[in-house]
């Protein structure tokens, strides 16, 4: 059985550094073609697909985000660990991750992050 | 990277059939045979509904279909029922060392 869960902070101010992990079962990120996603949707509004990291360790992120943004693995822990620098009212939104391929077929919960002074 | 261009609502009564579509450009739709689709009820996370265009997986009913014709990708539900009631979101793959994965704009699903 495949799970996912996101943790990390419910609120954080202006221009911190957020920090999300995803800690996952049923599959292994050393496993060839295994790769886990994170995506994230403000309230009300649609998806939109934040990075990417591979059984390999390659990485892959946002065109338009990816100088924030840092996605690293933990292979022993079976988890998977966003950063994103500067963090914005705009940013604001819940977060999920998701295993992947060409698409995503098992989503964790989400966390909802405000970003608020 | 535009999100691919979807209906901001269809509605349909009881089984009947309503159909979503889902415009892209030639560097995600149309570009790959990897559209998805996802059902999201309020408040809950977005469930994998259709992949490689028509792929259903297990345990989605076969009254969701998919398609493709050019830059543009149809989810087709027939026989709708109540629980069909959702937001519907496609994405397009379009390339791991350019665009990554595009999502649409959501289309929201009314059971009249």
């Known amino acids: 059985q495949v799970t996912l869960k996101e943790s990390g902070p419910a609120l954080v101010k202006p221009t911190q550094t957020l920090t999300l992990t995803c800690t996952f079962s049923?599959?292994?990120?050393?496993?060839?073609?295994?790769?886990v996603s994170w995506i994230r949707q403000p309230p009300g509004k649609a998806l939109e697909w934040l990075a990417r990291?591979?059984?390999?360790?390659?990485?892959f992120y946002s065109t338009s985000l990816k100088t924030r943004l840092t996605i690293s693995k933990d292979t022993s822990k079976n988890q998977v660990v966003l950063t994103m620098t500067n963090m914005d009212p705009v940013d604001t939104a819940t977060y999920y991750c998701?295993?992947?391929?060409?698409?995503?077929?098992?989503w964790g919960q989400g966390n909802l992050v405000t970003v608020s002074s | 990277q535009s999100a691919l261009t979807q209906p901001r609502s269809v509605s349909g009564s009881p089984g009947q059939s309503v159909t979503i579509s889902c415009t892209g450009t030639?560097?995600?739709?149309?570009?790959?045979?990897?559209v998805s689709w996802y059902q999201q009820h309020p408040g809950k996370a977005p469930k994998l509904m259709i992949y490689?265009?028509?792929k259903r997986p297990s345990g989605v009913p076969d009254r969701f279909s998919g398609s493709k014709s050019g830059n543009t990708a149809s989810l087709t539900i027939s026989g709708l029922q109540a629980e069909d009631e959702a937001d519907y979101y496609c994405?397009?793959?379009?390339?791991?060392?350019?665009?990554?994965?595009?999502f649409g704009t959501g289309t929201k699903v009314t059971v009249l």
């Open positions: 049923g599959f292994s990120l050393m496993t060839t073609r295994m790769r």
């Open positions: 490689d265009v028509s």
């Open positions: 994405c397009s793959y379009a390339g791991s060392y350019t665009l990554g994965y595009v």
């Open positions: 998701a295993r992947t391929t060409e698409y995503f077929d098992y």
């Open positions: 030639s560097s995600d739709v149309g570009g790959y045979n990897y």
């Open positions: 990291i591979d059984w390999d360790d390659d990485k």
